[in-house]
């Protein structure tokens, strides 16, 4: 599956569904650093996604 097709596939879910899929991904890679916290792909995801939220949150508290 292309990145394209996944972006596709993350437009058609419903709000709901978005919040079950971050929550596999970040379950699936916390379990990753139990098994191995100097696993290089889950600290990158975990920094990645700190810094979404960051930047999301920034931009919320912008708009008020």
Do not use: K
């Not at 058609?12 to 079950?20: I, K, R, Y």
């Not at 979404?52 to 708009?63: I, L």
């Amino acid at each position: 599956m292309s990145t394209s097709d996944i972006w596709d596939a993350l437009g058609s879910l419903p709000e709901q569904e978005m919040t079950h899929v971050v929550t596999r991904l970040f379950a699936l890679y916390e379990a990753r650093l139990r098994q191995n916290p100097g696993d290089a792909e889950a600290l990158h995801f975990f920094s990645n996604l700190n810094l979404a939220v960051t930047e999301t949150s920034q931009c919320n508290s912008n708009r008020r």
